[in-house]
């Protein structure tokens, strides 16, 4: 089936190449198709690695074996495989992934916890073996490539290629920040796994920049939601090569600690809000910022219950200012709410206020806004100071079309 | 717009008429149409009533009023308005309902908390007190009609009636009970409400009635799920108006107690079916067996993530047996279980055991199973006794063609 390129979907960014990190890709084959799908991030003795990862109760192995290698905190080598998620494969799957690391750690004279796998597509089959080994042999000796040709070979069902930058100074030391990210698109019977990774050359201790990366995680890859499934693989990590020579960051107190994360914040936010530019079937970005609330964490699953919602996404998909099917999805979030306290809007005009329609409210504007291809939901539940803003799309036909219509 | 009768309906069955019951329905005309769209259910003295409702933070006056009444534990009248849920409409949606049973309550020289009142309809607007008074009182004076004409009352946006009925001996006395309910056709801007009422002549205590109608509810109306949007109404209630004459059943220590509570499962079981039957766009019932999970409540609600499941959902409609789509919807639900232990069998045939898929399993059958209207999916966790059912129905165009294609 031909999926077409997302109607939102952005142009690849210019991004800096990062000291300290060298990609290459090769052709593993782990479909029949004529593409690279091996990606192979070298990176320098001294880089710093942190990541979070699916909650799922049936992570696969590369999510297992990574989640305890993050916490020792160093980094040498990222291999992500496409077209093969390994999950749901047992023991063979875990073996796979203890091959790669064996062969990569021998070739780099690193620890074997010191190279991180993720893979991504089909699961049930076991990652081959041969095709990883023969792969990464290949990938050992290629010329390096740059961010757009690893974005791409990183990618499954995804209709455009997602990037996102930022830099920071620390002290008088300016430090660069590229991210690529996969996912969003899915087909029988693959998984809407998103795997991002987040490169930067500053020079960042370990556990300052999990913190760091868990704060930037809840605000951003925790807020969007396509269809409240969640794969057995999310993964999303970042490496700091320390090569910009900065004074290192060790905590919130070091020079540069804020800067650093906001930055770190800001590609993370960047690269979420890609995810839900090419959700399948997508025709419009939704933003919901939800405020009142009994707090933030509140504040957030009463976005995501929205979010979540087929009521409101197809509403929206309709154009349909439909303000009741939000106090429903309000209404069964499970959070503290008082429905004669809530007030939502549209596009900035208020369609209901503590728990009344607006009489009379100029209509005019919100179905202009809703015409559009970015909508904004603005709910406030009267109670507290929680707040949250959460990102979804539409629900449409193309969806239906994408999961339904074609096999696998 | 027109809505094309579900594929899966069922006829309207033959129910008996319940002593004690006085059915009447007459046109408040809430919306301009022709139709009667206000039931009114006189029940004799002496009724016992019991009623679980919607969890929604946002529930409606409706429900507000009807969770506070049933408490006392009788019922003299149940009134049923279509066209307009009365939600979100603040004080004057609860004047509404207070001018309606004490109308109620002066002519039948009840309580006015022995006067229910549920609503369904469009939201945020009060429901018009002048119409709601005029149609009780067309309905005061009018013939008596049978299920079918109230049950066709009842309903908004259903493509077929729908009830169900059972019979039970409790000593050597029989006893009736005959459902009826709405639900699960929504347009814009209306929502999903599901009003259910079961009448029977048994002599039941009110408490041994709530306690055997919310036993019934949780493996009943609580394993349903179209969608996975909750109504600010959603309402079943049950009225035993004692007329059989059989001993009256106090606890389930009482002669017949077992037999009741049994045939009052029955028949909530057959509704809540019938509502999944009505399930928007819904082209095939698919029923989902959990079993080996911590507890039957934790079964429940893997069940549930599995029934939620866009992925899931979309795959069935595709007659595709994606068992990848089930891991993933188990591994979200937030409940205990283990990837290794997990089994998945579609029409009866394992797909994966313990972790792995059955290699070489035969696809033929299962294959000829998704392409019937009726879908068997079970799921064992492989770590405890906890077992639960739950039925949805598949996510299909017909979905998104009413929810969004059209607007209110």
Redesign the interface.
Known sequence: MDIQRSPLARPFPELPSIAGVTLRVARAQYKTWDRCDLTFAELAEGTSVAGVF??????SSEVELGREAVKQGRARALIVNAGNSN????WRGREAVEAIQAQVSAALGCGVDEVFVSSTG????PLPKDKARAGIEAALVTEPCGWADATNAIGTTDTFAKGAGASAMIGDTRVELAGIIKGSG?I?????TMLGYIFTDANVAPAFLQEALERANAATFSCITV??????SDTVMVFATAKAGNARIESWDSPGADAFAAALADVCRQLAQLVVRDGEGAAKFITIRVSGAASDDSARRVGLSIA????VK??I????A????V??????????????K?SIAFGGVWA?R????VEGYDEAPVAAHLKGEDIDIAVDLGLGDGRATVWTC????G???I??????
Do not use: Q
Not at 87 to 90: L, N
Not at 122 to 125: A, E
Not at 403 to 408: F, G, I, L, V
């Open positions: 699916t909650k799922s109760a049936c992570a999950a749901f494969t047992g089909v699961i049930g089959v899915m029988a019977p693959d998984m809407a269809d409240g499934d969640t794969s057995t979540n919602s087929p009521l197809t509403a998909a309709g154009e349909d439909n303000w009741g099917r106090v429903m999805a309000v209404g069964k979030a499970g959070e503290p709410a008082d429905r004669d809530l209901a503590n728990g009344l329609p539409d629900l449409t036909h969806y239906i079309a999961n339904a219509d074609y096999r696998s």
